[in-house]
């Protein structure tokens, strides 16, 4: 079976972090690509915009799905956020993960989530289509194609980044929650951990140019 690429949309009022966009309708909140996960914590990284922060945070304070929050960065009207979990949050990462498919990009559209996965062909489709439906999350196919791999030539990869994205893969560095911390992974390639941090995240810049970006102006 031929691997594709998918856009999916995922609405459900439990899915992590809704309350708070739905009381923050300006925000704007997407992971921080290539991390997901800080090493040696159970936080997320998070960019996010939003017009008035102290109504996002109210929003964080009032969302059961979230423990607790930590603003790291401030650039105005943007800002990086940790975001830790409640035990109840409903996450969607750990069906893509038990299909062996590696979500590529993840953003809001208002209370609704729109996701690109790479998935290892279209039976691990249906499986998360199931899986959402059991879960009573709305699901919609957006946009299905087909691609020749996750890590693929087109990429024009470094051979050091596709090595390290491999074995990052393979380690369980991208599933939710990792199966591998970073200084894991850099210790495998040999490297420091700023230095492996680098090559996933030129490395996935890379691979989401060559797979997504015709379809950047969707949205």
Same mark, same amino acid.
């Given at each position: 079976?031929?691997?594709? =690429? ?13 309350? =708070?966009?739905?009381?923050?309708? !300006? ?5 921080? =690509?290539?991390?997901? =996960? ?16 102290? /109504? ?11 423990? *607790? ?23 969607? !990462? ?12 993840? /953003? ?17 489709? !249906? ?25 693929? *030539? ?31 992974? *850099? ?14 995240? /030129? ?12 379809? *950047?102006?969707?949205?």
């Amino acid at each position: 079976m031929t691997d594709v =690429t998918a856009t999916l949309r995922l609405e459900s009022p439990t899915l992590a972090l809704t309350e =708070t966009v739905a009381y923050d309708p !300006s925000a704007t909140v997407r992971p921080v =690509t290539g991390t997901g =996960t800080v090493p040696d914590s159970e936080g997320h990284l998070f960019t996010i915009r939003s017009a008035e922060f102290d /109504r996002f945070e109210a929003g964080l304070e009032r969302d059961r799905t979230v423990a *607790a929050f930590e603003r790291l960065v401030d650039a105005g009207r943007e800002a990086i956020y940790r975001f830790e979990y409640d035990d109840d949050a409903t996450l969607f !990462s750990p069906a893509i993960a038990a299909v062996d498919g590696v979500s590529l990009e993840w /953003r809001n559209d208002g209370t609704a989530w729109t996701v690109r996965v790479w998935l290892p062909d279209r039976r691990a489709l !249906s499986t998360l289509r199931a899986h959402a439906i059991e879960g009573g999350i709305e699901f919609s196919l957006c946009r299905v194609n087909e691609y020749a791999g996750p890590v693929d *030539a087109d990429a024009s990869l470094t051979d050091r980044q596709r090595e390290a994205l491999s074995l990052a893969l393979e380690m369980g560095y991208f599933e939710e929650p990792r199966g591998a911390s970073l200084r894991e992974v *850099a210790a495998a390639l040999g490297v420091s951990q700023p230095a492996a941090g680098g090559l996933l995240r /030129r490395g996935m810049r890379r691979l989401l140019v060559a797979t997504v970006a015709d379809d *950047a102006g969707d949205g």
